[in-house]
């Protein structure tokens, strides 16, 4: 390739999320020597913008209130111009909202490849009419990257033929994450995720009483921030855990708040590969999971963490008391799961996929459904 190769990330917003969090380093690690970043996005704020426009070329917002209406239509052609502006070669629509705007939007400006999302399953609380423009939008991509084999099967379920899916999973900056050191016992217990639906902290909430019951010193603490913050702080304290409970808000320093912590837990209702569950293994904790989505690929049980049925509070309490009372069982977990993220996940490899499914993109010829004919639809 001569000229580096222009290409467009679309991002809703860029609020922290695991999602952001890996297209902004996907952004910022892209060798530059190849492509040229420019970053669209419906909303210009959120924590994670100052590090994603570090090394771009360009950015532009297109404001949308409502995809009935017909500020949206402009929106759609103002971003076609836009791309033809920046002469665009590839656009990457990075969540739901960027799929459904971004996908269209880049096949009537006539960008030659189309690639789109799906970085998890989809929130419990998703509108059955947005999931159909999702899938209507899909129609509009080269390429569907999906961050786990569970993510990829949900896509077939929905009518994504399996050869326009590649999978790429997540990466991590393993040189953040430091081995935790042997701790002699198991009583701070940590929770990364958003306080919204489907996460499952009331299971946690729940379980919390039968393990401060036998270790009323034990601590959970909940880095995170959602609608549901004041609902859960509720039902700590009808579960008379308040004292129990930290409720930190949202964390930019991940990797220090795992650090000081005993264990991991994720009791999600539903996945795809939680960023997560894979900090924490990389930083050598003792993990306790559900089996959903994409989680089983990262963990196998006994061996680098422990699984647990969804909305089982007793089967949660469970393993933790035994964690909590198996402590060099519980740190050889721990190595296992950082050897295992060590051995699997790093960003030079989740970089390096995407780099070569561009430049192989740019390669082959334009897909056979018109530009208009998808717009139109």
Partial sequence: MGQPCPIVFFLSSFHSGGTEHQMVQ???RLDRRLFRVHIACVHQRGSLLARAVERVDSIAAFPLSGFGRVSAVQQLIAFGRWCRRVEA????????YANIFGLPGAAAAGVPVRIANRR???AADTRGALLACQRMAYRAAHVIV???DAASRQLQREGVRAGKIAVISNGLDMSLFAPAPNRHQIRRIVMVANLRVGKGHDVLIDAAVQVAN???????HLAGDGPLRDALMARAGARAVQDRFHFKGYCDDVPTLLAASDLLVLPSRSEASPNALIEAMAAGLPVVATPVGGIPELITPHVNGELVPPDDPHALADCLLDLMERPVYARALGAAARAHVEQRYSFDRMVSSFETLYLTQ???GPIAKPAQELVAS
Avoid: K, M
Avoid at 89 to 96: D, F, M, N, Y
Avoid at 214 to 220: Q, T, Y
């Fill in 26 to 28: 996907l952004i910022r």
């Fill in 89 to 96: 070669r590839i656009v990457h629509t990075c969540e739901l």
């Fill in 120 to 122: 998890g399953q989809l």
């Fill in 146 to 148: 999906a961050n786990s």
């Fill in 214 to 220: 036998r270790h009323p010193d034990v601590e959970f």
């Fill in 362 to 364: 740019l390669e082959r």
